[in-house]
């Protein structure tokens, strides 16, 4: 096992002996899993080959980040949850509510500008010197999760400001609940531009990247993982290693993700 993979595994055994968590599998064998609106497509694919692999029942929760993780304060019983921010993962473990020693990257991602797939509007470069609302009518919106909560969001306005662009912007946004509803906005032709990660982006035939922002123009789009402290057995934990092991990675790398945990190991690459 790789020196990362040997030290998380370390980590989670450590975790489940300080809360009393070290029972008999078989004992409790479905694990509730909370993660990103984002990541449908890839943990519905990754979830369904754990099963076959082990026999354990998956539970998915699919939805914006903060909701999420507001619903594991509010008691919500996750086992796994997977943020598309380290934002919402700090507010948790703030709170003394994730496995001490679980939390880690698994992906990254990047953010893109796109249109429906017929749209007359081609592929541009963003830079400071583009101004997204020239390309469109003046009544038309553009699609991107609330920036208020949502990941995708909050890096588009991070985006938008370093650009220089999100005074003008934020008057034109339709604020979607998560980023696969801001997809469909531009999917069904309601907003001609939307704002959303490049693996939404991929998945979908019926709209096309026309931009990607420049990495230096918002942090680093990472996905935390972590166990939830509610745990009953060992299993959570032992599907926390698998989603960061390589099986799950090359799942991940393709639906478009960049996987973390081997990349940094050096025993996985896309």
Same mark, same amino acid.
Not at 57 to 63: D, G, K, N
């Given at each position: 096992?790789? #020196?990362?993979?040997?030290?998380?595994?370390?980590?989670?055994v450590v975790a489940f002996t300080a809360f009393g968590c070290l029972t008999n599998m078989a004992n409790a064998r479905d694990i509730t899993v909370f993660a990103a609106a984002s990541l449908t497509d890839a943990i519905q694919t990754a979830a369904t080959a754990y099963e #076959?692999?082990?026999?354990? #029942?998956?539970? &998915?929760?699919?939805?914006?980040?903060?909701?999420?993780a507001r619903q594991i304060a509010a008691g919500a019983p996750a086992d796994i949850y997977i943020s598309a921010n380290q934002k919402w993962m700090s507010w948790l473990e703030d709170q003394n509510?994730?496995?001490?020693?679980? %939390?880690?990257?698994?992906? $990254?991602? $990047?953010?893109? &500008?796109?249109? +429906?797939?017929? $749209?007359p509007i081609t +592929?541009?470069?963003i830079t400071t010197s583009t101004e997204l609302t020239s390309i469109i009518q003046p009544k038309d919106r553009i699609a991107i999760g609330d920036p208020d909560h949502v990941p995708a969001g909050i890096y588009a306005k991070q985006a938008l400001t370093s650009l220089g662009q999100w005074d003008v912007?934020?008057?034109r946004l339709a604020r979607a609940d998560n980023v696969?509803?801001?997809?469909?906005?531009?999917? %069904?032709?309601?907003?001609? &531009?939307?704002?959303?990660? %490049?693996?939404?982006?991929?998945? $979908?035939k019926a709209v096309k990247i026309i931009g990607t922002f420049p990495k230096n123009s918002h942090p680093a789009i990472t996905y935390p993982i972590a166990l939830i402290g509610n745990q009953k057995s060992h299993a959570a934990g032992k599907m926390l290693l698998w989603l960061l092991g390589e099986e799950a990675g090359k799942i991940f790398s393709d639906y478009g993700f960049d996987p973390i945990a081997y990349t940094q190991a050096g025993t996985f690459t896309k």
């Open positions: 096992m790789p #020196h990362l993979l040997r030290k998380i595994a370390l980590n989670i #076959h692999e082990t026999g354990d #029942h998956v539970l &998915l929760s699919l939805a914006s980040s903060s909701t999420l509510l994730i496995v001490s020693g679980s %939390r880690n990257n698994l992906l $990254s991602n $990047s953010l893109v &500008l796109i249109a +429906p797939a017929d $749209s +592929p541009i470069d912007v934020n008057p696969r509803a801001a997809l469909a906005l531009v999917e %069904r032709g309601e907003a001609p &531009l939307g704002i959303v990660y %490049r693996t939404d982006a991929e998945i $979908s």
